[in-house]
Nanobody, 122 residues
Framework: QLQPVESGGQMVQPGESLTLSCSAS????????VGWFRQAPGKEREGVAC????????KYADHVQGRFTTSKDKAKNMVYLQIHSLQPDDAAIYYCIEMYEGCATWRTRGSWGQGTQVTVSS
């Protein structure tokens, strides 16, 4: 399993950028695509980005397309999520998790980590 550990969340001002990190167990990134999800207070968890096993294919939710970029560094066993032009609606706990069918769907497998908190406030 991915056994994800997310980090990088912090309080930022609207319009700023932030990079979140997800550390993975050795070798896992060669087996599974990795998705990024977020959950805001009172809302359901939603998928926002996904990177394929090879790293060559990425997918984004429509409402974050153009502002979110995900990538992976297999040598470092890391997956990243860059968020640009942060908006108040981006405030949430962000999670990474292995995906069940690559990036074809938002179906996940494995266990959720603790996530990392992103707060957007002026």
């Amino acid at each position: 399993q991915l056994q994800p550990v997310e980090s990088g969340g912090q309080m930022v001002q609207p319009g700023e950028s932030l990079t979140l990190s997800c550390s993975a167990s050795t070798g896992i990134l060669d087996k599974y695509a990795v998705g990024w999800f977020r959950q805001a207070p009172g809302k359901e968890r939603e998928g926002v980005a996904c990177v394929s096993i090879s790293g060559a294919i990425t997918k984004y939710a429509d409402h974050v397309q153009g502002r979110f970029t995900t990538s992976k560094d297999k040598a470092k066993n890391m997956v990243y999520l860059q968020i640009h032009s942060l908006q108040p609606d981006d405030a949430a706990i962000y999670y990474c998790i292995e995906m069940y069918e690559g990036c074809a769907t938002w179906r996940t497998r494995g266990s959720w980590g603790q996530g990392t908190q992103v707060t957007v406030s002026s």
